[in-house]
Structure formats: structure tokens, C-alpha cells
């Protein structure tokens, strides 16, 4: 192909057009020849049989009458047949009859010995042809002719001849005829071909090409043109432009002196160290900062090996040896190199730190390296002086929660004494007065508590030791024993106090439900401690809504005394309340807030406030909640689609309706709601007059002018109202009795703030509706739910165990062990480890309630050494293994985890309360199967 390639376009114009007409000729004479060949053997094959025929009678009749002579001379009549080479005779069974063979002839090529079936076949030399031999219609024998194919191949030889010689005159032919007709093609390429070589070598883009043909050859005749006009246009323009580029690169060029010269001065006033050199490490720059850290001047450095100059020690201060530093190895990679770990030693001899870059300089290949320095003696004495005064802060942190640990096991344990022995003599027969002054003694024990679980919380968020609980819990009801438990307090004050939980939000959701407890605690008892009349109102409303998260904003709004806007920016910060006036009114250590925002943080939420001094507050918080499954709620589906009453409402409070106008536009029914006795009583004249009265009537019992009992009063006189159900709603804790509730016509009466499971259950059973009746397994435990010591249960199985109880102090010892009597069970007590672990090796037992810090041993070594004598000796015990409760006054974060690494089982804190012993018990009773 290269061939090909390199000629001239007229040759292989040539080339073509002969090779076409050459192709073209090939094909018709292989065509022919092919023709010629079938069509010869088709016609002998034709004469064989036409002579076999002819031959057919005389032979039959022969081979009938075995003849032999008679079919012989038939068969010499053959040899005028030129061609004819073999000819025979052969009966039914293939053998021969009679034969005739021309003398030239090879007989074993030409005659076979036997012939069986009737076929026609040729060689490359014959053809051989066998036919029926008939007399009649009855095959009497074989005919057998075979003919030479020389006459074939002397006429193909003489074919062949012909068509070559047509071949070689038509490639002749062709050849003259392209030579004048490719003239026609490559002259105008050809002189197109010249201009563009004169133009090339001339650079004269004013030359144009003729053109001859308006075909493809004249359409790039005249693009070949335009071309020419469009470079000579472009030409012009790049001569133009290449002067302003001469006198651009001029004022470059002084612009680039200028900037060199500028970057001279800006890296010799540098204030770190700048020295560079070349592959071979020979520095070729320094600025003077370099100099006067090395010690010598610009000239003493320059030309110098680097390593030669700057002796480079790694942070031992030892001295690397060449290729061994980092910069060395740098060199080498052709790569950078950063540290802020090494030492340059100067003239002087001194070692100083040093923080470097080195940076590799390329330009198509590796150029060298540049090196930017500087000296950090005073930045590692910072760092030193830094990392001193960390370790000092860490030490104080540590001294810290030290004290705080201790602190707690100080104060908790003559605590466990007074909440333990107030507790337990509450129980006792007491007179009023000394009952009473038990009780206060026991609510400031609480208070007490309450406070320093308060620092504690602070110390472990401060510490970062407060971890989230994650379990499913129930919104409604963690909200509504909230408000339960202030509900005493509220109504103390004559304060409206309610809440509303929008139907949108998830019926359960996932969360640490005791610390949404705590911060929502907190809000609402701030809220009314610091309010004097009016309301405290807790709505709790879906914010932001995935499939996955459900954002719920939680609002405490209060008619309060309010906060100053200057005190607003600071009130989560601990130890911050709005004044010291309003701190000795109200008492508080000012953490609750903070603890709320720490709490707020850690649940990945936001917490603020809105106030005007004297027009109360607003405290919100909001909180992501994964979501979780849906439980059934305390009133079922039935009753929610089928109440139809019609209703009205009726109190003054506009909270209240609110809450009750929200609780039922989740039913069916229809209702209206008002803020007095006398609209209420216009509401219902209306509806009697438009023949639709009211059926059910919730009424409000403190408002002015007209109160509940007179309105119903009222209602129950008239009998135009059709006696309507009515739901008396009081917030002072005043329950009206049975036969009032009779005399006033009223159905139920309930206390506020109104819980919407609590509404609902009341009027299905007043108007007769079927109710589930589950028990809500979500509900968290309030802080009153303390039971009596003497309504405590415990299994006489239990009580028969064999408890060991190892407290040193005497007071915690007593009330501990009369814990343990009013529940039934019988103690053996120990001052210290080292008893009880001599009592243990003597008589085991089955439970052993350890303090932690005791004399001579404390409750971690003895469980220890309680473990190692079970090892030695569990197959001797009744049960393999005693049960070691931690009974501690440390309840600091990592104190648990503390006793259960040292081999104790369970763990309560101090004070502790006979429900947490019996708990302990419960616990320890799974371990032997009971």
C-alpha cells in the first residue's frame, strides 16, 4: 500500500481505470470458461447415451441369446468413435459379457471388472457412463461406455488462449484511453497541487488557483481560494498583532524587572528565613533573614552546599548525615517536604527549632528547591508554657470531680439517715403537729436531694459524661403526669394551669424520656413559681415532619412577673437568675436553666425565651424525636367515629376553650363554645328555638358573674333544655358530692387542667359507649410515686434468704436494717469488709448489700476477695454464686460501672428507699431461679 500511497494521482488513475477493466474481464472470462466447461460435459454425457442407446438392441439381444461373438462385433463398431476409449456389455449380476477397448488405452484405468449400478462419473483424464441394457421392458444387463476428456481440455486450452489475448488488448486499450480521460481529473489537482506548493514556499497568500470544471475538483478549487483569502486576511492580522506582542513582551519584560526586583526586596525584608539551590544542592539565593539566623552573610552562603552550610538535626538534636535529612530526601524524590519537628544549627553552634517548607522548583524538568524557614523558640516555650497550664486545668478538673464525688458521698450519706428515719417514722403513730413537722423535715431532705442531683447533672454535662437514654415512650402520657404532678401547686395558687398536645404529633416516639421529663419539670414549676394569678399554659406542637423525625416544639407560656430583655441573653447560664431579689423570694441555685440548655443540647435540639417584664414569659424548647409505632390510646376507635352529641362549652378562660375546642374537633360532633353563664344561656334558647338543643354541656364552675353550679342550676330549672348531660369543670381541687351533683343536675364532675383521655372516658361513660380499657405501658414514673414501706409486697421465698449488710455508718445501718425488718427480712450487718468477708468464709450467704467506702477494707476489695473464695470454693456452696448489691453514696458518673467491674451484681444509690431494696431483691431472687 505504501506503493500506492507515494505515486503520482494520475498513475493511479491509470492504475484504477486498468485495474477495473482488468478486474471486469477476469470475471466474464472466468465466467465463460465455467459455461464452456458443464456445457462440454453435459453434451458427451448426452453422446454416451445417445450411443449406448444405439447399441442398446444388437447388444440386448445378443446377451439374451449369449452371443458373445455377435456382441463383440457391435462393440467394434465403436472405433470409428474417436473418443470413444471403452466400451461393454455386463449381465444382471455384473459380470462381463462382452468388451471393446481402444488400444491406446490403459484396460485397468479404463474398464472395470464388474458393474452393478447405473451411474454417471468422470476423472480428471475420463468420463464413464453406465446404462440399463433392456430387452423389452425387462432389464436384461448393463451397458458400460467411457469416453476421453482430451477433446475438452484442447478446446478449453484454445479458449483460454482467446480470452488472454482479449484481456491483454483490452488492458492495452484501457490504458491509452484513461492516459487521455485522467487528464481530464488531475490536471486541475495537479496545477491546484503547484499553486499550494509555490504558496507554501513563498508565503505569498495572494496567489489563486484557475479554476476549469464546476464539479467537486472546481468546488475545492474555489474553497482552496477562500482559504487563501481568509489566511492572507489572517496573515495581515498576525503581523499586526505580532507587533504589539513585541512591544507587549518590551513592557513585560521591564514589567517582569520591576516585579524581580520587588520580589528581591519583599523576600530580603521577609521575617523568615529564605534560601534556595539547585538539584545539585548548591544555593543559588538566600535573602538576609537567612543569613542572620545562620549567622553569616548572603555572599558566605551563596554557592555553598546547603548541608555544608546548615547543619540539619532531627528533634534529639543529633546531626543527620547527608541524605538523610528530610530536606536531603526531598532533593532526591523531587517531591516537597514540610516539618515543624527539627533543629538548624548556625555558626554560633546553637540549636534552635525550627518550623520549614521546602518546595520543589520545576520547570519542564527539576530545577532545585526553595526553602522557607523560621525560628519557633518562642512559639514551643508558649506551646511548653501551654501544655503546663492544660495539665494544670486537667489536674483541677480532676481535683474537681474529686471533690464532687466525695462531696456526694459526704452529703448522701447522712441523708440516707434523714430521708430513711423521716420516712420511716411518718409511718409510725405520730400526733398531727409531730407528723406534720416530720413531713416538713422530710420535703426539705427532698428539696436537699433535688439540689444536688442538680450540681451533679451539671458536673456530668460540664464533664461530658451524660449520656442519653433511647427508648419508645408515650408524649401524652410523660406531658400529662407532668402536669399532674404540678396540679397540687397549681391549684394552691388559684392558677389555671392546662395543656394541648396538637393531634398531628406522633402518639409515641423515641427519646430519653427522663430527661424530656426533667427539662419539662423544670419550665413548668418555673412557670409557676413565678407567677402569682392567671394561667400556665404547656402546648406541644409538630414543627418539622419526616418520615423518619418528628421536630416537636414544646411552649410554657405564664401571666408571670416576666424578665427583663437584659436578663434574657444570660438566662441559661448557670448561676443566673433575673436579680438577688428575685433569688431570695423564690430560692433556686440558678443550674436549673442551665442543666435545661445542656439537656436541649445534647438531644441535638434549640431552647430560648420570650419575655416582657410584668406580661409574663414564654419558654420553648424544641427537640428531633425518632418516631415509633403507634399504640392503642385509652379510648377506642368506635367512640371517636360515632359521637354525635351536640355540644357547648362554656368557660371563661380562653385557653381552656381553646384546649376543649381543639380535643373536639377530633369527633364528630358539633360544638360551641363561650366565655359566660349569661351566652351560654342564649346559646341555648337559640338552639331550642331552631329545634336542635344541646345535648351535652361542659361547664367551667369558677366564673364571674354567673358560676358553673348557677348555670346549671339553671339548665336543670328549665325543662325547655330537654335536661342536657352536663360535665362540671372545677381547678380548685373541689369535688363536689354526690348528692349536689344530684341537685344541680350535673352528670360527672372533673378537676383541671382536663387530660382529653380522662373527657373522653367521662362522657363515653355517661352516654354509654363500650371503652378499652389499656393500660398504658409507656408511662413514666413521677417523682411521688413513693410507696410505703408497709404496702411494699415481698415473696416469702425471699424473705427467707440469708442477707449480710456491710455498712460502717450507724445511722445508715439502722435505718437500713429496719428497712429490712418492715419488709420482712432478717439482716446480719458488718462495720467494714475485713468482717464481713471472715462471716462470708464462715456461713455463706445468699444476698450481701455492700457499701463502698468503709475502714480497714473497703466494699471493693471485699467483693473481690468474696469472689476469689467462690472460685475456691463454689462446689461447697448451696448456690454457686452470692448475690453482692452496691449500696454507695457515690453516684457520680463511671461509680456504677466502677462496682460492677470490682464483681458486684446490682447497684443502688443513697438515700435509699425500701421499694429499691425490695427491687434488689426481686433481682437478685432470678439468680438463684426463684
Known amino acids: 500500500m505504501s506503493f500506492f500511497d507515494n505515486i503520482s494521482i494520475r498513475k493511479k488513475l491509470n492504475l484504477m481505470f486498468i485495474s477495473v477493466a482488468s478486474i471486469g474481464l477476469?470475471?466474464?472470462g472466468s465466467a465463460l470458461f465455467l459455461y464452456e466447461w458443464i456445457t462440454f460435459t453435459n453434451r458427451l454425457k448426452e453422446e454416451l447415451i445417445s450411443i449406448g442407446e444405439i447399441i442398446s438392441p444388437n447388444s440386448a439381444a445378443a446377451l439374451d441369446f449369449e452371443l458373445a461373438d455377435d456382441a463383440h462385433q457391435t462393440l467394434q463398431a465403436l472405433n470409428h468413435e474417436t473418443n470413444i476409449l471403452a466400451a461393454a456389455i455386463y449381465n444382471n449380476d455384473g459380470e462381463l459379457f462382452a468388451s471393446y477397448i481402444r488400444p491406446e488405452a490403459k484396460k485397468n484405468e479404463v474398464l472395470p471388472d464388474t458393474v452393478l449400478t447405473i451411474e454417471f462419473s468422470s476423472t480428471n483424464k475420463y468420463i464413464f457412463l453406465t446404462i440399463p441394457l433392456l430387452s423389452g421392458y425387462d432389464q436384461v444387463g448393463y451397458i458400460y461406455l467411457c469416453s476421453s476428456f482430451e477433446e475438452r481440455k484442447q478446446r478449453l486450452l484454445a479458449y483460454g488462449g482467446v480470452v488472454s489475448v482479449v484481456l491483454l488488448a483490452s488492458v492495452l486499450l484501457t490504458y491509452l484511453v484513461s492516459a487521455k480521460l485522467q487528464n481530464i481529473i488531475s490536471a486541475p489537482i495537479l496545477k491546484l497541487a503547484k499553486i499550494a506548493r509555490k504558496v507554501t514556499k513563498q508565503s505569498d497568500f495572494s496567489l489563486r488557483a484557475q479554476k476549469y470544471y464546476n464539479d467537486e475538483?472546481?468546488?475545492?478549487?474555489?474553497?482552496?481560494?477562500?482559504?487563501?483569502?481568509?489566511?492572507?486576511?489572517?496573515?495581515?492580522?498576525?503581523?499586526?498583532?505580532?507587533?504589539e506582542l513585541e512591544i507587549r513582551v518590551a513592557e513585560r519584560t521591564d514589567e517582569f524587572q520591576r516585579l524581580q526586583k520587588r520580589t528581591e526586596m519583599i523576600l530580603n525584608s521577609a521575617g523568615e528565613g529564605i534560601y534556595g539551590f539547585n538539584k545539585q544542592g548548591i544555593i543559588n539565593f538566600a535573602n538576609p533573614e537567612a543569613g542572620e539566623f545562620l549567622g553569616l552573610s548572603t555572599d558566605e552562603i551563596l554557592g555553598k552546599h546547603y548541608h555544608q552550610i546548615i547543619h540539619h538535626t532531627n528533634n534529639e538534636k543529633k546531626l543527620y548525615n547527608p541524605g538523610e535529612s528530610p530536606i536531603d530526601k526531598a532533593l532526591v524524590a523531587g517531591g516537597a517536604c514540610k516539618e515543624n519537628n527539627e533543629y538548624f544549627i548556625g555558626q554560633n553552634g546553637i540549636a534552635y527549632p525550627v518550623e520549614f517548607t521546602a518546595t520543589p522548583i520545576w520547570s519542564d524538568e527539576f530545577m532545585g528547591m526553595v526553602v522557607l524557614f523560621h525560628n519557633i523558640s518562642q512559639r514551643r516555650k508558649e506551646e511548653k508554657e501551654l501544655q503546663d497550664a492544660k495539665e494544670s486545668a486537667e489536674e483541677a478538673s480532676r481535683v474537681k470531680s474529686e471533690f464532687l464525688a466525695n462531696m456526694s458521698h459526704e452529703i448522701r450519706t447522712p441523708m440516707n439517715g434523714v430521708i430513711g428515719m423521716t420516712s420511716l417514722l411518718l409511718e409510725t403513730k405520730l400526733d398531727k403537729e409531730q407528723k406534720e413537722m416530720a413531713g416538713i423535715v422530710n420535703n426539705c431532705a427532698e428539696n436537699l436531694l433535688t439540689i444536688l442531683n442538680d450540681i451533679l447533672d451539671f458536673s456530668k454535662i460540664e464533664a461530658g459524661k451524660l449520656v442519653l437514654e433511647k427508648s419508645i415512650f408515650s408524649l401524652n402520657n410523660v406531658l400529662e403526669e407532668t402536669i399532674d404532678f404540678f396540679t397540687d401547686s397549681a391549684n394552691k395558687k388559684n392558677i389555671e394551669l392546662a395543656y394541648l398536645i396538637?393531634?398531628?404529633?406522633?402518639?409515641?416516639?423515641?427519646?430519653?424520656?427522663?430527661?424530656?421529663?426533667?427539662?419539662?419539670?423544670?419550665?413548668?414549676?418555673?412557670?409557676?413559681?413565678f407567677t402569682d394569678k392567671g394561667e400556665v399554659f404547656v402546648q406541644a406542637k409538630l414543627e418539622n415532619n419526616t418520615d423518619?423525625?418528628?421536630?416537636?416544639?414544646?411552649?410554657?407560656?405564664?401571666?408571670?412577673?416576666?424578665?427583663?430583655?437584659?436578663?434574657?441573653?444570660?438566662?441559661?447560664?448557670?448561676?443566673?437568675?433575673?436579680?438577688?431579689?428575685?433569688?431570695?423570694?423564690?430560692?433556686?441555685?440558678?443550674?436549673?436553666?442551665?442543666i435545661c440548655r445542656q439537656l436541649i443540647d445534647l438531644m441535638d435540639g434549640e431552647i430560648g425565651a420570650e419575655s416582657n417584664e410584668g406580661k409574663g414569659s414564654i419558654f420553648w424548647f424544641s427537640i428531633p424525636f425518632e418516631k415509633a409505632s403507634n399504640i392503642e390510646i385509652n379510648y377506642n376507635k368506635d367512640f371517636m367515629e360515632n359521637f354525635s352529641e351536640n355540644v357547648l362549652i362554656v368557660d371563661d378562660n380562653t385557653i381552656n376553650r381553646k384546649i376543649l375546642d381543639y380535643q373536639f374537633k377530633s369527633l364528630k360532633s358539633k360544638f360551641v363554645s363561650v366565655d359566660s353563664g349569661l351566652k351560654a344561656i342564649r346559646e341555648l334558647d337559640k338552639a331550642i328555638k331552631n329545634n336542635d338543643p344541646f345535648t351535652f354541656l361542659i361547664i367551667d364552675m369558677q366564673m364571674p358573674n354567673m358560676d358553673g353550679l348557677q348555670l346549671a342550676q339553671k339548665i336543670k330549672a328549665n325543662p325547655g333544655y330537654n335536661s342536657p348531660k352536663v360535665v362540671m369543670l372545677t381547678s380548685i381541687g373541689y369535688c363536689i358530692s354526690p348528692t349536689e351533683l344530684g341537685l344541680y343536675g350535673i352528670s360527672h364532675c372533673l378537676a383541671k387542667p382536663i387530660k382529653q383521655s380522662d373527657l373522653f372516658n367521662c362522657i363515653a361513660q355517661i352516654f354509654k359507649y363500650k371503652m378499652s380499657s389499656n393500660d398504658d405501658k409507656n408511662s413514666t414514673k413521677k417523682k411521688s410515686d413513693i410507696k410505703s414501706v408497709n404496702t411494699i409486697k415481698v415473696p416469702e421465698k425471699i424473705k427467707s434468704f440469708k442477707i449480710y449488710l456491710a455498712e460502717d455508718n450507724p445511722v445508715n445501718e439502722k435505718v437500713a436494717r429496719i428497712m429490712f425488718i418492715r419488709l420482712g427480712c432478717k439482716i446480719t450487718s458488718f462495720v467494714n469488709g475485713a468482717d464481713l468477708l471472715s462471716a462470708v468464709k464462715e456461713s455463706p450467704c445468699n444476698v450481701i448489700f455492700m457499701d463502698c467506702q468503709m475502714p480497714e477494707m473497703d466494699g471493693y476489695e471485699a467483693t473481690r476477695n468474696i469472689r476469689e473464695w467462690e472460685k475456691e470454693n463454689g462446689s461447697n456452696l448451696q448456690y454457686n454464686k452470692i448475690v453482692i448489691v452496691a449500696m454507695t453514696a457515690h453516684a457520680m458518673k463511671g461509680d456504677k460501672e466502677k462496682c460492677l467491674s470490682a464483681g458486684m451484681d446490682d447497684y443502688i444509690s443513697k438515700p435509699v428507699r425500701a421499694e429499691e431494696i425490695a427491687n434488689a431483691l426481686g433481682r437478685a431472687s432470678q439468680t438463684f431461679g426463684i
Open 502 to 529: 396538637e393531634k398531628e404529633i406522633p402518639v409515641n416516639i423515641k427519646g430519653d424520656p427522663v430527661r424530656f421529663r426533667q427539662v419539662l419539670v423544670n419550665l413548668v414549676g418555673n412557670a409557676i413559681k
Open 217 to 243: 475538483v472546481g468546488e475545492f478549487t474555489d474553497s482552496f481560494n477562500k482559504m487563501l483569502e481568509q489566511i492572507q486576511v489572517q496573515d495581515k492580522e498576525l503581523r499586526s498583532a505580532k507587533d
Open 26 to 28: 477476469l470475471l466474464a
Open 548 to 594: 423518619e423525625i418528628a421536630t416537636i416544639r414544646f411552649e410554657v407560656r405564664d401571666s408571670g412577673i416576666g424578665i427583663p430583655k437584659n436578663i434574657l441573653l444570660k438566662l441559661f447560664s448557670q448561676f443566673t437568675q433575673a436579680d438577688s431579689s428575685t433569688t431570695r423570694k423564690f430560692g433556686g441555685t440558678g443550674l436549673g436553666l442551665a
